[in-house]
């Protein structure tokens, strides 16, 4: 396992409390996130005595025109790229955030806990989101500002925490009950706190803006180590896409570590929380009865309970006069996103997640000779998870092939990237999949008949398609074998090497929402 060097020290948080203080934060939606969720780890009374610290704004307003109660408690989660506070020494050293900040809302994320206490739902906004900016009062002029388009992450800038708020609600339809706001050195203290956290990948990852250098495999993490892994964007061609990815895992993953007991120290806990929730800023109306009561209805959270997503895009590079680069939102799967998110529903599917309880001695691989016609799978296109990445460097390749994928059925990332090394560009398309998930792949082989299968051990149920000059748009969805799929028997569909646990076999599945993936899918394999 690579060496890790100690954990960095950064500055404590003052006790002082000023109106004006600045946040931080990158990535920091993350950190929060796990905030909010880390409570059901057991030793929660420790909640009682933090809550008169907290830092507290009027984010959440009232009027007519918002979305109606769903029974459910559902936060903003915001970071903002501050950094007041932090000398200039440890930003630009040992946490490679130099540079100017801006007055914005850096990291988006809507954590939504079910009314019922025993699941998440985590869905990230990227945050050049090109959406609808409702009429507000400039803070600074107390003028009046007329309605407006523009990217999501300027709303705080525009009109401070309350206009972020709006205009989440109004471009989702989400009801926002509570907002956290949080900043980085938050971030770093709680992974320490929690003795490092492991992440996993199936290739080494190097981003020389934010000094993450990472080796393939599986690696401890402290906490200015975690936070170059969140922060990164110059990872690939997939930029903050591609980062929102890694928070979502790296979130899953601590959910993973806590759900293993890393919390159940009532000490340790106690310390996690204070500093977390002692570097925060919340909304008035989220006081001690609040989270103690989040506390107890979310003791049994896991990352097998929560599903998360990204917001999924039609345009990725839209450029709009006195905005630049922009990203649209795919109309009909945002909508279809937000409602199964107002709607309590898991986003996955109990089916769709599962992992594999152990992989088989051998695998034969899905096609049965050079040239001939990939066999048709049992698994329907909706539980195979799919990663599409550019092989070719013609722009916009990666954008078509996630987009036809998932008119084709399959729960697509919604974030392509460039396929990464250098070299000449690909001619074929190729599959890349982990040789435990030999039924799904199929269904996606059937759909591509052209690609190259190429098996990767332990990259997980999310498949590789890197696109190559020769691809082919997929064939009829009928024909990757989702109709016998939907016809046969649940227990019979599914081979021994993808078969759910007994409880998620026996629940009905609702329909998957394309893109998502549950938090046990993208933590790292036990």
């Known amino acids: 396992m690579p060496h890790q060097r100690p954990p960095v020290r950064l500055p404590a948080p003052t006790g002082e409390r000023r109106s004006g203080r600045r946040r931080r934060g990158r990535w920091a939606a993350g950190a929060l996130s796990f905030a909010v969720l880390a409570t059901s780890c057991g030793g929660w009374a420790v909640l009682n ?38 000398p200039e020494a440890t930003l630009k050293d040992v946490l490679h955030a130099g540079g100017e900040s801006c007055h914005c809302t850096d990291t988006m994320m809507v954590v939504q806990l079910s009314a019922d ?15 609808d900016i409702p009429a507000h009062q400039d803070p600074a002029t107390g003028r009046q500002v007329a309605a407006s388009k523009g990217k999501i992450n300027a709303a705080y800038g525009m009109g401070g925490a309350p206009l972020a708020v709006r205009t989440v609600e109004q471009n989702t339809g989400l009801r926002i009950d509570h907002y956290v706001e949080v900043n980085f050195l938050a971030f770093v203290s709680t992974v320490d706190a929690l003795g490092g956290v492991e992440v996993c990948t199936a290739k080494p990852l190097r981003d020389d803006y934010s000094g ?27 930029a903050d896409l591609g980062r929102m990815r890694r928070q979502q895992e790296f979130l899953a993953q601590l959910l993973h570590r806590a759900a293993g007991g890393a919390l159940l120290d009532p000490a340790k806990l106690s310390g996690v929380l204070d500093t977390v929730l002692r570097s925060v800023k919340v909304d008035k109306g989220l006081g001690n009865a609040e989270l103690l009561d989040f506390a107890g209805r979310l003791k049994d959270l896991s990352a097998s309970n929560a599903d998360f997503a990204t917001v999924p895009l039609s345009e990725v590079d839209h450029q709009v006069p006195g905005w630049g680069s922009t990203v649209l939102w795919d109309e009909k799967g945002a909508a ?12 996955t599917g109990a089916a769709a997640s599962a992992a594999p309880a152990a992989a088989p001695a051998a695998v034969p691989p899905p096609v049965t000779a050079a040239g001939a016609p990939p066999v048709a799978g049992t698994i329907p296109p909706e539980q195979v998870r799919v990663q599409v990445l550019n092989g ?29 090394g250098g070299g000449s560009a690909a001619t074929r398309t190729v599959i890349r999949y982990d040789p435990r998930w030999d ?13 190259e299968l190429v098996p990767v051990p332990n990259l997980g ?32 569909a599914v081979p021994v090497a993808e078969q759910p646990g007994p409880t998620a076999a026996a629940t009905p599945t609702a329909a998957a929402v394309a893109g998502a993936a549950n938090g046990s899918a993208i933590s790292c394999p036990s």
Request: proline share 7%; charged share 20%.
């Open 392 to 420: 070719t460097g013609v722009q916009g390749l990666g954008s078509r092939v996630d987009a036809e994928l998932r008119r084709a059925g399959f729960a697509t990332t919604g974030t392509p990237s460039n396929a990464p």
């Open 336 to 347: 279809a996103l937000f409602e199964a998110v107002r709607a309590g529903r898991p986003l």
């Open 117 to 131: 206490g025993g699941r998440a739902t985590v869905v990230s906004v990227p945050r050049d989101s090109y959406v």
């Open 439 to 451: 039924e799904s792949v199929k269904t996606l082989a059937a759909a591509l008949p052209d690609a």
């Open 212 to 238: 993450l250098d990472l080796p393939a495999g599986t690696t401890r993490l402290d906490g200015a180590g975690a936070l170059r892994y969140v922060r990164a964007r110059h990872v690939d061609g997939s």
């Open 461 to 492: 149920p999310t498949f590789q398609v890197v696109a190559g000059s020769a691809y082919r748009a997929p064939a009829d969805p009928a024909a990757t074998g989702a109709s016998a799929a939907a016809s046969a028997p649940a227990a019979s």
């Open 49 to 86: 005595g933090v809550g008169s610290s907290l830092d507290r704004v009027d984010a959440i307003g009232g009027g007519p025109g918002r979305p109606s109660d769903d029974g459910a408690a559902t936060f903003l989660v915001v970071g903002t790229d501050e950094r007041a506070g932090i």
